[in-house]
C-alpha cells in the first residue's frame, strides 16, 4: 500500500518528478496564515470585524437548536401520557423558539456569505494592486528570468483564490467553535463517543491530506508547461499572431503541441483523480461505520430507560452532526494547509526584491549635467548568458552632444542604452556621471531625466493621445503639449487621418481601435520622447520603419529640439547617422573607434568600410 508509506515523509518523487512536501513542510506553511489574516483585516477592519462577530453567533447557533429540538420532543412525549386538559402554551414557546433560532440561523448565513464575497472581492483587488506595484519595482533582469516568471505566475493565480482560502480559515474557525459547544454535551453522557468519533474520521482526515499534497506537487511542478499552454493557446488564437501562424501554416503544429502537453497534464491528474475516489468512498464507508455505531449504542442506553427519547434525539443529532463538523474541519485544515502552500508562492513574489534602488544619501541629480557619462572599462554579461555582451568599454558621452551608435545586428548598442538608463547595472567597471558612479544616484532621478525611445517600444492599445502623454504620463492632461509633441514627431499628420484623432483607440485589441502601419506607430512612439523633455534623450532605431524621407525630417527636428541636450541616437541608416557630433563603432561588444564623420571617414576604417558599403546599396 503506497499510499500508507507516503502519507507522512514521502520521498519518492511524484509523477512530475518533484518531491511532494513532507507533513512538516505542510506545517511550516500555516505560518503564512497570521500574515495572510493580517492582510485579509488590513483590506477592510470594519467588515473583517463583522464577519467575525456573525461567525461567533452562528457558532452557538446548532447547539441551541439541538437543545430546543430535545425540549420540544420530551414535551411532547409527556404530553401523550397527560389524559384531559393539556397545557400546550410552553411546547408553543419552544417551537417558537426553535422557528427564531431557525430563521436567524439563515439570516446570519446570508450575512456571512455577502461579507464573505465582499471583503472577498475587495481582498482580490487589493491583491493584484500589490502585486503590480511590486512587479514595477523589481529590476529588468529579474524579468528575463523563467523562474521569476513562474513566481509570478503562480502569485498572480494565488490572488483570486485566495479569497477562498479565506472563508475556508474564517469557517473553520466557526465550525470549531460549533464543535466545542457540541462536544460538551456529547462528553457529558459519554466521552468514549468522541473517541469514537475521532476513529471514525481520522482516516479520512490523512487520506484527504495526502491526496491534497499530491496535486499540489502535480499543480506546482507542471506551472512552467501551464505557462507554455497558455502561451500557445493565446499564439494559437491572437489578433497578435493570427497573421504569421496563416501564412506559416502554424496551426497543426501549435495545436499539436498543446494537445501533447495538455493530455500528459490530464493522464497524471486522472491518476491521482480516480486513487483519490477510490479511497475517498473507503473512508467515507468508515465513518458511517462509526456514526451507526455510536448510533446503536444511544438506542440501547434509550431501551433501557437512561436517557430519554428528547436526549436520543439530542445525543443522535450532536453525534450526526459532529461527524459531519469533524471531517469538514479536517478537510478543510488539508485545504487550508494547501492554501497556506500556495500562499508561499505569493509572500516568495513578495520577498523578491530589486537590487537597483535608491541608496540613502543619494546625491542630487545634476541639473544641468555637466561633463557627461563616462564609461571606464565597463563589461556587461547577461545573467543567462556566458558571452559579455559588452566588455572593456571606455569612452565619454560628452554633456550636450549627439552621440550616434553604430554596429551590427547584436554588436551590444542596446545593450549599452540599457546600461546608461540602469536597466542593468554593469558586471564590472564603472558608469560616472559628472564624476559620480551612477549606482550612488536615484534611480528614479536618473530615468525622470532619461528618455528612451526602444526599438521594441510598447503600443499600447489606448488613445492616440495617452500614447504619446506616455512620454510624461503626469502631463496627460497637458494637450497643447501632446499636439506639439505629436507635430514635432510628425505624429500629427497620422492623429490627422483618424476617426476620432487624439481620442481614437489605436490597435485591434479592444472594440472601435483602428491599427496602424509600422512607420505610424512609431511616429506615434517617438511622441514620447519630445513629450518626455528630459536632459539625455535615445532614440534606439525607433525609426526603422519609417520611409527614408520622413526619417530625415524626424532628425531633422530631433536634432532642432535637442540642442543644448544630449542625445543618442541608434540607427543602421548612415544618412541619420552623419548627423550626430560623433559616432562611436562598437563590434562584439567592445570599442572600435570613435570621432565625427568626417574623421572617421578620413581614417579609412571600419566605420569608412562600411559607409562605402551602404553607400554601394549592399547593407
Ligand atoms: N535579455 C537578454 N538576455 C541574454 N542575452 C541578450 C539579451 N539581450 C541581448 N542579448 C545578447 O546581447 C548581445 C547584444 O545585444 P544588443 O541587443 O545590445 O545588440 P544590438 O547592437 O542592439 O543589436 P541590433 O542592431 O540587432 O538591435 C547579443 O548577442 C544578444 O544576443
Request: net charge neutral; glycine share 8%; no cysteine.
Amino acid at each position: 500500500m503506497a499510499f500508507w508509506s507516503n502519507l507522512f515523509t514521502s520521498k519518492k518523487a511524484s509523477s512530475t518528478g518533484k518531491p511532494p512536501l513532507s507533513v512538516q513542510q505542510r506545517v511550516s506553511a500555516l505560518k503564512h496564515l497570521p500574515p495572510f489574516l493580517k492582510l485579509v483585516w488590513q483590506t477592510n477592519p470594519r467588515m473583517a470585524f463583522l464577519n467575525v462577530v456573525l461567525r461567533l453567533f452562528k457558532a452557538a447557533v446548532p447547539l441551541a437548536m439541538l437543545y430546543v429540538g430535545q425540549l420540544i420532543i420530551d414535551e411532547v412525549i409527556s404530553l401523550t401520557q397527560v389524559t384531559g386538559e393539556r397545557e400546550l402554551r410552553y411546547l408553543l414557546t419552544l417551537v417558537a423558539i426553535e422557528f427564531g433560532l431557525a430563521v436567524i440561523s439563515d439570516t446570519l448565513n446570508r450575512g456571512i456569505a455577502l461579507i464573505d464575497g465582499l471583503l472577498g472581492d475587495l481582498f482580490a483587488n487589493q491583491s493584484s494592486i500589490r502585486l503590480m506595484e511590486h512587479a514595477a519595482e523589481l529590476d529588468l533582469d529579474q524579468f528575463e528570468d523563467s523562474t521569476f516568471y513562474d513566481k509570478l505566475e503562480r502569485a498572480r493565480r494565488q490572488t483570486l483564490s485566495r479569497t477562498i482560502l479565506m472563508s475556508q480559515v474564517l469557517g473553520q474557525l466557526q465550525d470549531l467553535i460549533t464543535m466545542l459547544f457540541l462536544a460538551v454535551g456529547l462528553v457529558a453522557f459519554n466521552p468514549w463517543l468522541l473517541l469514537l468519533l475521532l476513529v471514525a474520521v481520522l482516516p479520512a482526515f490523512l487520506g484527504e491530506s495526502h491526496f491534497n499534497e499530491r496535486s499540489y506537487s502535480l499543480v506546482h511542478g507542471w506551472t512552467p508547461e501551464r505557462r507554455e499552454l497558455d502561451y500557445l493557446r493565446q499564439t494559437g488564437a491572437s489578433d497578435d499572431t493570427a497573421k504569421e501562424v496563416k501564412i506559416f501554416g502554424l496551426s497543426d503544429f501549435l495545436v499539436n503541441r498543446f494537445r501533447e502537453l495538455s493530455s500528459q497534464f490530464y493522464l497524471d491528474n486522472k491518476k491521482l483523480a480516480t486513487r483519490r475516489a477510490g479511497w475517498g468512498s473507503f473512508f467515507a464507508a468508515l465513518g458511517s461505520a462509526g456514526y451507526y455505531g455510536a448510533y446503536v449504542y444511544i438506542i440501547l442506553q434509550t431501551v433501557n430507560g437512561q436517557v430519554s427519547i428528547g436526549q436520543l434525539t439530542f445525543l443522535a443529532g450532536s453525534f450526526m452532526r459532529m461527524r459531519g463538523l469533524l471531517e469538514s474541519i479536517l478537510n478543510r485544515f488539508t485545504s487550508v494547509a494547501e492554501g497556506a502552500l500556495y500562499l508561499q508562492d505569493f509572500f516568495d513574489f513578495f520577498e523578491l526584491q530589486p537590487r537597483i534602488h535608491r541608496k540613502p544619501n543619494a546625491p542630487a541629480f545634476p541639473k544641468p549635467i555637466q561633463h557627461g557619462f563616462t564609461f571606464e572599462n565597463v563589461g556587461f554579461q547577461y545573467h543567462n548568458s556566458e558571452r559579455w555582451a559588452i566588455r572593456n568599454l571606455n569612452f565619454t558621452l560628452r554633456a550636450g552632444e549627439k552621440l550616434a551608435l553604430v554596429g551590427e545586428n547584436g554588436a551590444g548598442k542596446t545593450t549599452l542604452v540599457k546600461l546608461l538608463s540602469r536597466l542593468y547595472d554593469p558586471t564590472e567597471g564603472l558608469i560616472l556621471l559628472d564624476g559620480i558612479d551612477l549606482r550612488e544616484y536615484d534611480p528614479a532621478d536618473l530615468r525622470r531625466e532619461i528618455g528612451v525611445i526602444f526599438q521594441d517600444f510598447v503600443r499600447f492599445q489606448m488613445s492616440a493621445g495617452t500614447n504619446i502623454a506616455i512620454g510624461r504620463i503626469e502631463e496627460k492632461s497637458n494637450q497643447p503639449r501632446i499636439e506639439s509633441s505629436a507635430h514635432q514627431s510628425l505624429a500629427d499628420t497620422v492623429i490627422a487621418k483618424l476617426p476620432e484623432g487624439y481620442d481614437q483607440v489605436i490597435g485591434r485589441r479592444f472594440n472601435k481601435g483602428v491599427d496602424l502601419s509600422g512607420g505610424e506607430w512609431q511616429k506615434i512612439a517617438l511622441g514620447r520622447a519630445y513629450m518626455r523633455d528630459a536632459q539625455l534623450l535615445i532614440l534606439d532605431e525607433p525609426t526603422a520603419a519609417l520611409d527614408a524621407r520622413a526619417e530625415h525630417e524626424v532628425f531633422q527636428r530631433f536634432a532642432e529640439l535637442t540642442k543644448g541636450k544630449t542625445a543618442v541616437l541608434i540607427s543602421h541608416r548612415f544618412s541619420t547617422v552623419r548627423m550626430a557630433d560623433r559616432i562611436l563603432v562598437i563590434e562584439n561588444g567592445q570599442f572600435v573607434e570613435m570621432g565625427s564623420h568626417e574623421e572617421l571617414l578620413a581614417k579609412g576604417e571600419r566605420y569608412a568600410e562600411l559607409f562605402r558599403l551602404q553607400a554601394k546599396g549592399y547593407l
